[in-house]
């Protein structure tokens, strides 16, 4: 009985116990991890802490003159883009003040002409209408005195 719990005892360690098998596979994932990878991270880090330090020693110091040297002369470009923004908005504001007032002072005339315009219209159909007026009259004259010249008389 004991070689059969024995052999049931193995076979259910090869079915379901994987522990042997899962810490072999992570050592060989180690071993391959390590040997082809050796000590390249430490060899770049090394790498870039020396340029690092390099930069630091020598490239400080060249940027802080090079920046005494430049700096001056672009605050004196930047002054003067500033100054030529600046004379060029005074500039625009000028001609957009010019621009209204001559819109401002076409429209009037514009405004005044059509208001020429149609009193004339008017002042014309008024005459008109005067005229159709006295005509009317004259003809009613002229068939009044037809009329009366006929002895007709109206009903």
Known sequence: MTELSREISEVWSRLFDHRPFLNGEIKFMLKEFEEKRGDREVENLFVILEKLTDIKDTQAEKIVKSSCAALPVLGEKLAQALKLSEEIEKDYLELQ???????????????????????????????????????????????????????????
Not at 118 to 127: A, G, L, P, V, W
Not at 138 to 147: C, T
């Open 97 to 155: 003040k010019v621009t209204k007032k001559k819109l401002l002072e076409n429209r009037e005339k514009r405004q005044k002409e059509w208001d020429q315009f149609i009193d004339d219209m008017n002042f014309k159909c008024q005459r008109i209408d005067n005229t159709f007026e006295e005509k009317e009259e004259e003809l009613r004259d002229l068939y009044a005195d037809l009329n009366h010249k006929l002895n007709i008389t109206n009903k």
